[in-house]
């Protein structure tokens, strides 16, 4: 890993796992569990990689829209910070020299805003994260330890894997190149390539390694979603009425 992440604002306020999904309390008073809290995330990170296609926007972009989305859940609550205009806004704050109207090109009207809601957002979402705002991804050091590996050819496999990380809270909790490693296991179990002795000449902690493989497979094994379209409606709305209605 890049010696600046170690010195970054990312690397220094990584968290504990148990610090990620806490539901604020102003949501609990709303009902919304554990679960919920977890599958409206779930869901509107899937939102905002269906607005991203709109605008197209880099990979990169549509990954730090994801983690500001996350970041900011981990200090405010969905009742206050409405997910609907919070998901556009981290997306247009990512990527505001590029960024349109297309945001009020969702199909349905809960999702639609309009700018100036997303510009007042804006201000609010830069202090929910103490303008924190500089972020580390898995993707560079994903091709630099594949080509190390000499096994290029799972790129596409393990950088499929990268992308639904962001589905999840890990970019939040591990160092980026952890998370590529994991991702790198991953693929490489699956395809049958032997990476052992690979491994052990890297000296990382396989147990950190193999516990990340495991959240990403046991979340493949309990969320069945559509990557485009995230949670069927009638599995969704139940969780979403239960945010404030829409101003």
């Known amino acids: 890993m890049a010696a600046n992440f170690w010195t970054s604002s990312h ?3 990584l968290l504990d ?3 990620v999904d ?21 869901h509107m990170s899937c939102h905002i990689w269906r607005l991203a296609q709109q605008v197209k926007v880099r990979q990169r972009v549509i990954a730090t829209a994801v983690t500001y989305f996350r970041r900011v859940y981990t200090r405010k609550s969905m009742t206050e910070y409405d997910p609907r205009l919070v ?58 330890l594949l080509q190390d590996a000499g096994i290029t050819d799972l790129t596409q496999f393990a950088w499929g894997v990268v992308n639904d990380t962001y589905k999840m809270d890990l970019i939040l909790i591990y160092p980026p190149y952890m998370i590529a490693l994991a991702c790198i296991y991953i693929a490489s179990v699956l395809k049958d390539k032997d990476t052992t002795s690979w491994f052990e000449e890297l000296r990382v902690d396989m147990n950190i390694v193999k516990n990340i493989s495991m959240e990403i ?6 969320y069945k979603i559509d990557p485009h379209r995230g949670f069927p409606e009638d599995r969704i709305s139940p969780v979403m009425n239960k945010l404030p209605a829409k101003a």
Do not use: W
């Open 22 to 42: 806490v539901v604020p309390a102003a949501d609990r008073e709303r009902g919304i569990t554990p679960e919920e809290f977890r599958i409206i995330k779930i």
């Open 217 to 222: 497979l046991d979340f493949y094994d309990t």
């Open 87 to 144: 998901a556009p806004t981290c997306l247009y704050l990512a990527s505001k020299f590029i960024f349109t109207v297309s945001v009020n090109a969702a199909s349905d009207e809960k999702y639609r805003f309009e700018i100036k809601d997303i510009l007042e957002m804006e201000m609010k979402l830069l202090e929910a994260l103490d303008y924190y705002l500089v972020v580390y991804h898995p993707y560079r050091p994903l091709l630099q």
């Open 17 to 19: 796992p148990e610090d």
């Open 11 to 13: 690397c220094k306020q």
